[in-house]
T-cell receptor
């Protein structure tokens, strides 16, 4: 089991472009979480998904951000029309059960830089 | 509102000395508390959770509901304990709240 995979590891986008961040959970895990870490801050919950369903997106900005976890393929965090303030490390975690019931396994993160 | 506070950004201790990383929380219910650790160039990983009452790598943490704290302790710090430590809380909802982290350096 290769663990949670995230790609790309580093992503540079100009203001106004779109950023697509991918997360492949561990085999057998159907619960995926996305977190954002701004400089000098802790991890902030963004969204929790199960296969084909968004369960909780209360931590995600209402505009420009969206997430999906299709039946086949990785989970995608999409940021449209990126701004400088979106520059951050984005982490994905997966678990076989909902948060709190079992351990979350983290990916290495994607570092997004908006120029 | 749920909050996790780690008041120390940086903490340095000498090898062999006791170490305590502080974590306070606010939650209007029965939370589950966790400590996650990130060693240099490695991924964030679970260190321990209060519900299991385990001692991992010599670390323990006791949930004190009266003081709303979940401090992480180790009686004798080792150099390999140098890492970033995050306290986290899971409540009745689906969210998982992390503190801002404490960077621990164990001085040889």
């Amino acid at each position: 089991n290769a663990g949670v995979m995230q790609n790309p590891r580093h992503l540079v986008r100009r203001r106004g472009q779109e950023a697509r961040l991918r997360c492949s959970p561990m085999k057998g895990h159907s619960h995926v979480y996305w977190y954002r870490q701004l400089p000098e801050e802790g991890l902030k919950f963004m969204v929790y998904l199960q296969k084909e369903n968004i369960i909780d997106e209360s931590g995600m900005p209402k505009e420009r951000f969206s997430a999906e976890f299709p039946k086949e393929g990785p989970s995608i965090l999409r940021i449209q029309q990126v701004v400088r303030g979106d520059s951050a490390a984005y982490f994905c975690a997966s678990s076989p059960d909902p948060a709190g019931k079992s351990e979350q396994y983290f990916g290495p993160g994607t570092r997004l830089t908006v120029t | 509102a749920q909050r996790v506070t780690q008041p120390e950004k940086l903490l340095s201790v000498f090898k062999g000395a006791p170490v305590e990383l502080k974590c306070n929380y606010s939650y209007s219910g029965s939370p589950e508390l966790f400590w996650y650790v990130q060693y240099s160039r490695q991924r964030l990983q679970l260190l321990l959770r209060h519900i299991s009452r385990e001692s991992i790598k010599g670390f323990t943490a006791d949930l004190n509901k009266g003081e709303t704290s979940f401090h992480l302790k180790k009686p004798f710090a080792q150099e390999e304990d140098s890492a970033m430590y995050y306290c986290a809380l899971s409540g009745s909802g689906n969210q998982f709240y992390f503190g801002t982290g404490t960077s621990l350096t164990v001085i040889p």
